[in-house]
């Protein structure tokens, strides 16, 4: 008897798992930040900073969902999306902002992008993790 016999596998294929996304499925960073800066362009440009906490919070979420929209249509299978946006006021200020994540280095990303006019700052960050 063979060891295939033996296992009771005989005719069966062998489960196999995707433990990897394929390299056009992975998330792209340019391909994101390109997306992030055409958002933040849009939402953004022109506008007045509102110290208003409500306003800020609408704005930064309504920005937030659009990003995360506009990821959602690219073909990136199994990845979880998540996009953090911060915004401030613009007086010459200098901000420091940071972030530690606990993920797989070879299949997870992230992406940020920058707004700046007169009035206002915005940076947006766009985290794809891949789920296995």
Not at 26 to 36: A, E, H, Q, Y
Not at 39 to 67: C, F, R, W
Not at 104 to 130: H, M, P
Request: charge should be positive.
């Amino acid at each position: 008897m063979s060891s295939d016999q033996m296992d009771g596998e005989e005719g069966k294929e062998a489960i196999t798992y995707q433990i990897r996304p394929p390299f056009r499925r992975m998330f792209k960073p340019n391909l994101v930040k390109k997306i992030i800066r055409e958002v933040l362009k849009e939402k953004l440009e022109g506008k007045i900073y509102n110290p208003s906490g409500e306003a800020s919070n609408k704005l930064t979420k309504h920005i937030a969902q659009a990003v995360k929209e506009r990821l959602k249509e690219l073909p990136m299978d199994r990845y979880k999306i998540a996009v953090q946006v911060v915004l401030g006021e613009n007086r010459g200020a200098g901000v420091r902002m940071g972030c530690r994540c606990f993920w797989d280095a070879q299949t997870d990303r992230l992406a940020k992008e920058e707004f700046s006019n007169e009035e206002l700052w915005a940076v947006c960050i766009a985290f794809g993790v891949y789920l296995y």
